[in-house]
C-alpha cells in the first residue's frame, strides 16, 4: 500500500480539486454564460484574471500529490483511477477549455461556451471519480 503521506495527500487534493471544479461547473461557468455580448470582453478578460491563480494552486497540488503517489507506490486500483480521472481532469483543461478560453478572449462564440459548459461538466465527473477513488485508497 502506497505511503499514508502520500494517500492523504492524494486524498486533500483530489477533494480540493472536485470542490472546485464543483463550484465552476454550479456557479461560476453559469454566471459567465449569462454575460451579455456587450460586457463579453470585460467580464472575461476579469474572470480569466480570478481565475487563474487559484486554478495554479489546485493543479499544483494535484500534481504534487500524483507525484508522491507514484514514487510511494506501490499503486492500487484505486489509486491509479484516482491519478488516472485527475490527469483526464488536466488535460481536458489544456486540450479544451483553455484553447476556449483563448478563443473566448476576442468576444462571446456562443457555439463555443455551449463547448465549454459541456467539457467543463466532464471534468466535473473526472474529478468527481478521482475524489472517490482517493477515498476508496485512503479508507
Do not use: E, K, N
Not at 12 to 30: D, E, I, K, M
Not at 47 to 54: M, N
Request: glycine residues 6%.
Amino acid at each position: 500500500m502506497a505511503d499514508s503521506t502520500a494517500l492523504t495527500l492524494l486524498l486533500a487534493a483530489c477533494w480540493l480539486h472536485a470542490g472546485f471544479q464543483l463550484s465552476v461547473t454550479t456557479l461560476v461557468y453559469p454566471a459567465l454564460a449569462a454575460v451579455p455580448q456587450d460586457q463579453w470582453r470585460a467580464r472575461h478578460a476579469v474572470h480569466s484574471r480570478r481565475i487563474t491563480p487559484v486554478v495554479v494552486v489546485v493543479y499544483a497540488a494535484v500534481l504534487l500529490a500524483g507525484a508522491m503517489i507514484l514514487l510511494a507506490g506501490p499503486l492500487r486500483a484505486t489509486t491509479l483511477t484516482a491519478l488516472g480521472a485527475s490527469a483526464l481532469a488536466l488535460v481536458l483543461t489544456a486540450a479544451f477549455a483553455a484553447p476556449a478560453h483563448a478563443r473566448l478572449t476576442r468576444g462571446r462564440d456562443d457555439t463555443v461556451v455551449s463547448g465549454l459548459l459541456r467539457i467543463d461538466r466532464l471534468r466535473l465527473l473526472a474529478v468527481l471519480v478521482a475524489a472517490a477513488a482517493a477515498s476508496l485508497a485512503a479508507g
